[in-house]
């Protein structure tokens, strides 16, 4: 199982680790929406010059804003934890671009997902489906800076090679 080795990996981890105190507020004074996307995690925050504490960092399927769970964490890390900027990162190659939203309902359906709940809702909405990764950067920029309940503050994105780690400015809201 897979639990058995994370806690066997943490057994280890914990041996050789320092631990250290750090405050829960972002020492960057940043908020990061980026994708769940497997291939970023320990790339994105060196390939954006993070350190552990420098940033909120939310993540989910595409970077984008369904619903409101995303602008829920982003009003989190201004209001509550002093984030003063919100950077959203788009990838290339990202599997929500194009991703099919009725391969996806066979697929719901095929695990045993009632066809009644699935139609209650609109799955390429529901799902975060979009067609172009600069695109999809800047519609979630719009958004989030268009949301009754963010701030006026920066909010940039860009986009990252998935292969190089390679940014490139979307939208500078400098």
């Given at each position: 199982?897979?639990l058995?080795e994370?806690?066997a990996?943490?057994?280890?981890?914990?041996?050789?680790?320092?631990g250290?105190?750090?405050?829960?507020?972002?020492?960057?004074k940043?908020?990061?929406l980026a994708?769940m996307?497997?291939?970023?995690?320990?790339f994105?925050e060196p390939?954006?010059?993070?350190e552990?504490?420098?940033?909120?960092?939310?993540r989910n399927?595409?970077?984008?804003?369904?619903g409101?769970d995303?602008?829920r964490?982003?009003?989190?890390?201004?209001?509550?934890?002093?984030?003063?900027?919100v950077?959203?990162?788009?990838?290339?190659?990202?599997g929500?671009?194009?991703?099919?939203?009725?391969?996806?309902?066979?697929?719901?359906?095929?695990?045993?997902?009632?066809?009644?709940e699935?139609?209650?809702?609109d799955?390429?909405?529901?799902?975060g489906v979009f067609?172009?990764?600069?695109?999809?950067?800047i519609?979630t920029v719009?958004t989030?800076?268009?949301?009754?309940?963010?701030?006026?503050?920066?909010?940039?994105?860009?986009?990252?090679?998935i292969?190089?780690?390679?940014?490139?400015?979307v939208v500078?809201?400098r």
């Amino acid at each position: 199982m897979m639990l058995d080795e994370i806690l066997a990996k943490n057994v280890e981890f914990v041996k050789d680790f320092e631990g250290e105190e750090l405050s829960h507020h972002p020492q960057k004074k940043l908020a990061v929406l980026a994708c769940m996307d497997c291939r970023l995690s320990g790339f994105l925050e060196p390939a954006l010059g993070l350190e552990r504490g420098d940033a909120k960092i939310i993540r989910n399927a595409g970077n984008t804003i369904v619903g409101e769970d995303a602008i829920r964490s982003i009003a989190a890390a201004i209001f509550s934890l002093g984030a003063e900027e919100v950077l959203v990162v788009g990838h290339t190659e990202c599997g929500m671009a194009g991703s099919d939203p009725e391969a996806l309902r066979q697929k719901m359906i095929d695990g045993g997902i009632d066809e009644a709940e699935i139609e209650k809702v609109d799955l390429k909405a529901w799902s975060g489906v979009f067609d172009d990764e600069k695109e999809n950067v800047i519609e979630t920029v719009e958004t989030i800076r268009n949301h009754p309940l963010i701030p006026d503050v920066p909010i940039h994105g860009v986009l990252l090679d998935i292969v190089s780690g390679e940014l490139e400015v979307v939208v500078d809201d400098r």
